[in-house]
Each structure stands twice: as C-alpha cells, then as structure tokens.
C-alpha cells in the first residue's frame, strides 16, 4: 500500500483543554464506559458483495459513455454524501459534469438547469430511498419529459433510478418504464448511506474510485469501532464535543480551509443534526469555508457569545503547490520563495490561536491527503462519532421523525381535494 494511504486521520483537542471543566469530562467519559458501542457498531454501513460493486461499476462506465453532464436528482442524505465526495474529488477531465436537482420547490433552479443542458448529452440519476419525496419525484417528472422529448425512445436508456422500497412511486415508475434501477439496503437511512449505490453510483460516475473509496472506509471502521477512548481519535472527538456540549458551547463550527471539502461539511451537518437533534438536545452545526467565511464570522468568533467551538478539518497536503506572485508578495513584504499552501496553514494556525484566545474552544482533525481512500475514511471516523454522540445524549440515532412529517406535511398540503 502506498505511504500515502497508511497515514491516519488525527485529533488534536490542545485548543480546548484550558476550556474543560474536568466534571464534564469525567461525567462524558462515565456515560461512555457505561454503555460502550460495540466494536462492529457500523457494520451494516458497509454493506457490500463483488457483484453489487462490478454492477454499479458498469452502470457507472455506461453513464460516462453517453453523458457530458449528469443530472443527480434527490435530497438530504439522498444527496449529500455523493456531492461532498464528487465536489471534493472531481477532476473535469476525468468524467461528466454532475449538475444537482431535486432539492428544491424552486421552478427557477429547474428552469436554469433545462436551460444549462443545452448541446450536451445527458444522463439522469434520481435517488430517493422512500421514493415518495415531494421535490425529488416532481423534479424526476420534469426531468423525465425532458429526456423523452430529446431522445425518444432513447430516453430509457439514460435514466437510473436508486430506491429503496418497491411500494414508492419512484421505483414503481421506474419498473414501469424499464429504467435501470439500484436498491438502498433497508437499514441503511439516507444520510448514512454514503457508501450504498446512492452515492457510489454517482462518484463512479463522476470518475472518481470507489473501491478505494470503500477501502478507506472499511478501514476507518475498523480503526474507530474500539471501545479504548484514548487510542481512538474518532471517540476522543466525540466525547470532547459531548463535554463542551454540556458545559454550553452548543454551537459546532465545522471549517475547513480547502472550498473543496466545504461539502463534507454539510454531509456531515446532515448526519449529525439529524441523528442528534432529538428531545430538546442537540448541537447546533455551522459549516464554515475560511477564509472566506471569517470576513463575517470573523467579528461573531471574536465579539459575539461564548457558545460556540471550532471543529477545523484541515488538509495536511495539498495535492497541487502553487506558487504566490512575486510583485504582490513583495507588497505585502513576504519571502519571495512562499507559496500558497505556506500562506493557507500560517494563517489557519493564527487564526485558530487567536479564536482561542477569544473564548473559542478549538479541536482539529487531520486528513492526510486529499484522495477517495482518505474521504472513505473520514465519513466513516464521523459516522462511529455520530453514532457514540447520538448514544451520550440517550438518543436513536437511526430516526428522524421531525423530517419525516415535514414530508407527510409537504404531501399533503399539495394535495387538491384535502
Ligand atoms: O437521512 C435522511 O433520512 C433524510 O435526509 C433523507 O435522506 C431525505 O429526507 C430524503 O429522503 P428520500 O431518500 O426518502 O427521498
């Protein structure tokens, strides 16, 4: 295996020790010891046989084949885990450009992403695991006829449909009209199923490996299921956020300094707000892009209430160097010889001193290098944290019953003879 690919993901909680009161910590730690997760945990998150795989893999190559742009329809956790992989990996030259729909009631989105596909080919992948969502399955209906009248018959051959139940309408209408379809494994919920055929088939889509993607999470999941907090980053991680949780920094700020993983940052934000969110408890998430996002949030970390901690995801090695321009270097009165990989971590270490110093709590989690195997790996390190979060605050993590009526609600409320 490539050296690359032995480095681990690290946690750091230096930034936070001044902050704990050691009662929290302990109280955490009680909370965990009395009722650890297993070890295998999250095994049913990977779920996997050779054959699923090779037939995804297939499904993918045919999609490369025929499309220039990929229309990915769904919502939630039906959306979220394939763009943060396939905004953080894409290489434009290596697949389709993959345009997002299915999200939204917004006819002007829709109408902005018809307008977008002209004189490119096309293929359309519509995910949703109930089959019955609102705004995935109008989307679907729209996106249907468009590919109809643009290729006939043809047509049936360019959309895929992933489901999980053959009673929701998506998967009957896709029976129906002879579209390959993928299932979802019934206990795996949206937002856990990053590594089912919901997002695999369109990573492998967009070009990007995912036998190197499961890899890494297999791996992370058998590094982060053990019980021993202290040689396990994933729970050192959860327990911390836990005992500041309690001690009132109910606030979690997820950063990163790479905009290419701003959308881990809301895969995760779906993950934990909705496993967690339950009975009154619950962290609030923020995902933040620095340093863009400091020229606002800069004045609240700063000046606004002590409730808050920083989680930063930081990139260790940036796979592309690039050196500064020397004239505006000078004018700012740098080495000649820096670069901007220098100038992101100087300022993202500054800036992480400086919010501590403010009163923000700061813990740091390291990925090693931008690739498909490390990101397996880093959804499956906040998969087992979301999990033992979910099991210190006492709740199930596997539910959502605020979003699941808000769908009931949606549906009926659409209704004409209510
Ligand atoms: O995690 C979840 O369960 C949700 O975020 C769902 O993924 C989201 O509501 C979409 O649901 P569905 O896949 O049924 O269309």
Redesign the pocket.
Known sequence: MDDGLVRKILFDSAGAVEFLDPEAWRSALARWQAEPLPAQALSWLIDFDETELAHIEELAEKIRQQADAVVLL?????QAGAKAIIEALREPQKGPEIIYAGHNFSGHYLQNVLLSLAGKEIAVIA???????AE?LLAFGVFRQYMKERYGEGAKDRIYVISGYKTGALGKLAQKAGYAQLSIPPQV???YSIFTSVALLPIAAAGIDIRSFLAGGVAGMASYGGEQWSKNPCLQYALWRYSLYRQGYQNELWVTWEPCLSFFGTWWR?LFV?SESKDGEGDYPVVAEYSNDLHYLGQYLKEGPRNIFETVVWLAEAPLILPLESNTAAIIGMEPEANWAFVNEQVMQKTREVHRQAGVPQLLITLPHLNAYHLGELAAFFAQACLVGASLLGCDPLS?PA?DTY?DQVRELLKKDK
């Not at 769904?74 to 039906?78: F, I, R, T, W």
């Not at 995910?127 to 969502?133: E, M």
């Open positions: 769904g919502v939630g956790g039906s995910v949703s695991k109930s089959g019955n969502t995935t919920g949206g937002r779906q909705e959502q979003v769908k």
